[in-house]
């Protein structure tokens, strides 16, 4: 089964620190894109980042940036310089086949707490 | 502007009612997704669709149903038979699914409640 995991539940940061969301995943693809969503208490879902499995170099986003590691499946979320507005539920993505079809399926999802 | 509307943004649903969910959108994307959130957990994928009159079961389509008469809507309908229907529904859309899944664009999400 092509799964995505998140497996810390719940982090926090104290404000202007840096944070990493860690996230795994199971491919067989070799071309493929993973995303970063985040979900503030307004439930909006917003993306934050995406990575091209075939690009070496890691994606930036002003203070948002990721560590692909291809080989190990392994697509990590650093948020740098934290601010209180960066408290979110956090989701990494990833595309999953069903028969000809794909669709993003979700990990469980991070809550980041940010400390003033 | 373009993007993804969803109404109403709160539904209460007596028991043994069917009640349809509301997802439009004017980005011009082929794809469109419901998915289902239970508090403090992720997504999970209800129906998609790839494109008009088309449409495919996720990982929990027990209970409900769905239509894609035109490119810019897909209606969730959620039935009597979905024994546990109050949730927090998403709607979203993307450019595809051949070749790949672009980034998904969301609705602003409607809360089920059934009362």
């Avoid at chain 2, 209460?12 to 009640?19: A, D, P, S």
């Avoid at chain 2, 894609?68 to 039935?79: A, H, I, N, Q």
């Avoid at chain 2, 229907?85 to 672009?102: D, I, N, R």
Wanted: aromatic share 12%; with cysteine; proline share 4%.
């Amino acid at each position: 089964a092509q799964t995505v995991t998140q497996s810390q539940p719940e982090m926090s940061v104290q404000e202007a620190e840096t944070v990493t969301l860690s996230c795994t995943y199971d491919t067989s693809e070799s071309d493929y894109y993973l995303f970063w969503y985040k979900q503030p208490p307004s439930r909006q879902m917003i993306l934050v980042i995406r990575q091209e499995a075939y690009k070496q170099q890691n994606a930036t986003e002003n203070r948002f940036s990721v560590n692909f590691q291809k080989a190990a499946k392994s697509f990590s979320l650093k948020i740098s310089d934290s601010q209180l507005g960066d408290a979110a539920m956090y989701f990494c993505a990833y595309p999953t086949s069903s028969g000809s079809a794909r669709q993003l399926t979700f990990g469980s999802g991070t809550q980041l707490t940010v400390l003033p | 502007d373009g993007g993804i509307t969803q109404s109403p943004k709160y539904l209460f649903r007596k028991e043994g009612q069917n009640v349809t969910l509301s997802c439009e959108q004017n980005l011009n994307h082929d794809a469109m997704y419901w998915y289902r959130q239970d508090p403090g957990q992720g997504l999970r994928l209800i129906y998609y669709s790839q494109i008009v009159n088309d449409f495919q079961k996720g990982d929990i389509a027990e209970g409900y149903s769905v239509s894609r008469e035109k490119k810019e809507s897909f209606p969730l309908t959620v039935t009597s038979a979905q024994k546990n229907p109050t949730a927090f529904y998403l709607c979203a859309s993307s450019k595809g699914t051949w070749e790949g899944v672009s980034e998904a664009f969301f609705g602003q999400g409607t809360r089920l409640t059934v009362v």
